[in-house]
């Protein structure tokens, strides 16, 4: 039995060394994976497709208790994995909101022809409102996305609300005048507004009476009335059938 206890802690020696060299490298590979992560995913400025970082340009919106907003969409393109990334630090994302940032995507890089599989591409959306709807953000986050690809000059007084297909067309959305009237307070000149949303028809109460020999019998009644956008905030207002269009008011 003597003779047998050098042998055996010679052989617990023997594990107790293969186990502390085996977790060793261990750390050495995790290390080194987690440098070659964090090296691959890293946003450095020689990176960028667009070499001033980001396009950033002012989009109206109607918030949840239906009052106009407007809201600052940042586009930023760099070299990836051609993933589509989102900032929701200050904004709640919906599933529609996720939806027009794909669509958005297609139909720029269609358009421009550049292959996004070797790039990322970062969406950010700021407002004060607590809710901003997607849809309507569409049509912006489409031209921004060309704007930022293409690394285009572009003017900043103008502003664009719609909804967007993957045909790159333009749709028709809500809220009209609220979104003129906050892209107006917020210096935009230029409004671009779906075909057909240069008019608005808002219906009104009116009260009517007519007078009989001894008494007056009035009712209400709700009536169409067509208002020219334009007109009624005091703002440029230009119809786009889609981005390409949309394009030409920007740059």
């Known amino acids: 039995m003597k003779e047998l206890i050098p042998i055996l802690v010679a052989v617990l020696s023997i594990l107790i060394v293969f186990t502390l060299i085996y977790n060793i490298n261990n750390m050495s590979e995790t290390k080194i994976e987690t440098k070659t992560y964090m090296s691959e995913i890293q946003i450095t400025p020689?990176?960028?497709l667009n070499k001033t970082k980001a396009t950033i340009i002012k989009v109206p919106a109607v918030d949840k208790d239906g009052n106009g907003v407007m809201a600052t969409l940042s586009v930023e393109a760099s070299s990836g994995a051609g993933r589509t990334l989102v900032d929701i630090n200050q904004i709640t994302f919906w599933?529609?909101?996720?939806?027009?940032?794909?669509?958005?995507?297609?139909?720029a890089e269609n358009?421009?022809?550049?292959?996004?599989?070797?790039y990322d591409i970062l969406y950010s959306?700021?407002?004060?409102?607590s809710a901003i709807e997607g849809p309507s953000a569409g049509a912006a986050m489409g031209v921004a996305t060309v704007l930022e690809l293409e690394n285009k000059t572009f003017r900043n007084d103008v502003s664009i609300t719609g909804t967007l297909d993957e045909y790159g067309n333009v749709g028709q959305v809500s809220g009209i005048i609220e979104k003129a009237k906050a892209a107006k307070d917020e210096g935009i000149n230029l409004f671009l507004v779906p075909k057909g949303q240069k008019m608005y028809t808002s219906y009104v109460q009116e009260k009517k009476c007519e007078n009989y020999i001894l008494t007056t019998i009035c009712r209400t009644e709700t009536v169409p009335k067509t208002f020219d956008v334009e007109k009624q905030v005091g703002i440029t207002v230009e119809e786009v059938k889609n981005v390409q269009e949309a394009l030409k008011y920007f740059i």
């Open 46 to 48: 020689q990176n960028y």
């Open 125 to 129: 959306i700021q407002a004060n409102a």
């Open 111 to 118: 358009l421009t022809g550049i292959d996004l599989s070797n």
């Open 95 to 107: 599933a529609d909101t996720q939806n027009s940032i794909r669509t958005a995507k297609y139909v």
